[in-house]
């Protein structure tokens, strides 16, 4: 997927976010070094249907969206401004996860103590 161009101040829908977060994991696939056990979740909660719903599924999976968030279960299509941030910064922080190779020296769940 291209990344998109928004103009004006329309909102971003929901499909658009899930599109360009995927395309975002698949830049950084090659460097994950982690992959995480698979997040649970109730697929009927999902708010999506289309092409996007399967990228949606495997990015709740890898628990880089969060599967009772509002961009995978809430109410409306459009997200606000603090919607995308968090659902950015959620993905983001779960991809510094999966991208950082743990030690026992720097990966504080390994440190022991």
């Given at each position: 997927?291209?990344?998109?161009?928004?103009?004006?101040?329309?909102?971003?829908?929901?499909?658009?976010?899930?599109?360009?977060?995927?395309?975002?994991?698949?830049?950084?696939?090659?460097?994950?070094?982690?992959?995480?056990?698979?997040?649970?979740?109730?697929?009927?909660?999902?708010?999506?249907?289309?092409?996007?719903?399967?990228?949606?599924?495997?990015?709740?999976?890898?628990?880089?969206v969060?599967?009772?968030?509002?961009?995978?279960?809430?109410?409306?299509?459009?997200?606000?401004?603090?919607?995308?941030?968090?659902?950015?910064?959620f993905?983001?922080?779960?991809?510094?996860?999966?991208t950082?190779?743990?030690?026992?020296?720097y990966s504080?769940?390994?440190?022991?103590?």
């Amino acid at each position: 997927a291209k990344p998109i161009k928004l103009s004006g101040s329309a909102p971003i829908t929901r499909a658009q976010t899930v599109v360009q977060l995927a395309r975002l994991y698949e830049i950084v696939k090659p460097h994950v070094k982690v992959t995480p056990r698979a997040v649970k979740y109730d697929p009927a909660v999902l708010k999506m249907s289309g092409p996007e719903k399967k990228q949606l599924e495997t990015l709740v999976r890898l628990g880089a969206v969060g599967s009772y968030g509002p961009l995978a279960a809430g109410p409306g299509d459009k997200l606000t401004v603090a919607q995308f941030g968090d659902a950015l910064g959620f993905f983001l922080a779960r991809i510094a996860q999966m991208t950082h190779t743990p030690s026992t020296k720097y990966s504080p769940p390994l440190m022991g103590g």
